[in-house]
Nanobody
């Protein structure tokens, strides 16, 4: 599985941005796709994940209600809609893939085997 995240950029506080992650290579029916981010000087953190088949989702409390994950399996693309962005959302955003995770493990970074290269989101006026 190869992943390529794109769509980052500069956005003002309160604004919105949609990130995309193109998925290539073989996909699996029990594949899980996740979004993570890493701010300067901080550890990479989980944001949200979605099951490729079925679509059940998990969100971190820090983004629940502001960020929405979705997918288009026909286009093999994962999305992250981010609303009401704050300066503290500034980070490099990564998409990742894992196989066979159960819901309780979908937030665990170490469970993801495939990573995209990241796209930078800067929230600033």
């Amino acid at each position: 599985v190869q992943l390529q995240a794109y769509g980052g950029g500069l956005v003002q506080p309160g604004g919105s941005l949609r990130l995309s992650c193109a998925v290539s290579g073989r996909t699996s029916s029990n594949q899980v796709m996740g979004w993570f981010r890493q701010a300067p000087g901080k550890e990479r953190e989980f944001l949200t994940a979605i099951k490729w088949s079925g679509g059940s989702t998990v969100y971190a409390d820090s983004v629940k209600g502001r960020f929405t994950v979705s997918k288009d399996t026909a286009k093999k693309t994962l999305y992250l809609q981010m609303n009401n962005l704050k300066p503290e959302d500034t980070a490099v955003y990564y998409c990742a893939a894992a196989i066979g995770l159960i819901t309780s493990t979908m937030s665990r970074l170490e469970k993801y085997d495939y990573w995209g290269q990241g796209t930078l989101v800067t929230v600033s006026s």
